[in-house]
């Protein structure tokens, strides 16, 4: 049974490229079709070990305040973890006095209520290192990035000792979108405004007719111009 359950869990999951579920869920906003709730937008989903925890009311108290930045770069939020609708609400309440909000239920996301671990399970989400009074796998901190086009741009998986970083996670969606419309790649530490690379199966000739504003490209001992810069187009 016990290899059954690991064989299980480890052989689900979901890969970069992938159209993400169309999964139905109960949420905070009622039940949600996802694709249907998506939209033509971008999406991210991120989900969280438990409700009334201290680390996750941080992080989704920082989801909340950021909402904003998300909506401007019109990428929809969606929250999971396997507590019911009415934890949800009752929590959110408690998310919105940490963060110096009204009392209000509703934070800017709806929260899916995954309590049967379905998706947990689909998404390869749950943490068999973390476990309830039951001794059930919580859900780990993953974060899933889908596009438009339905599928998975990007996810990250962090055990449930480990909060997010949400600086970062709108960094990598500035770079994700500005990658997908235009034929450069975002290096180490890279921030919006800054020098992009171009990408290294773009011959020369190509390059120079793509990036019309220049490109500097770096000596290095190999003699090979692979490290080839250009402004952010
Ligand atoms: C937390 O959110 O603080 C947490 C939840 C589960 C395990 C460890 C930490």
Redesign the pocket.
Known sequence: MFVFVWVYLTVMGINLGDTFPNFEAETTVGKIKFHDWLGDSWGILFS???DY?????TELGRAAKMAPEFQKRKVKMIALSIDSVQDHHGWSQDINAYIGEPLVQMLPFPIIADEKRELAVQLGMLDPA?RNKEGLP?TARAVFVIGPDKTLKLSILYP??TGRNFDEILRVIDSLQLTAYKKVATPVDWKVGAECMVLPNIPEEEANKLFPNGIRTEKLPSSKNYLRYTPQP
């Open positions: 969280h070990p438990a925890t201290p680390v996750c009311t973390e919580l449930a000792t």
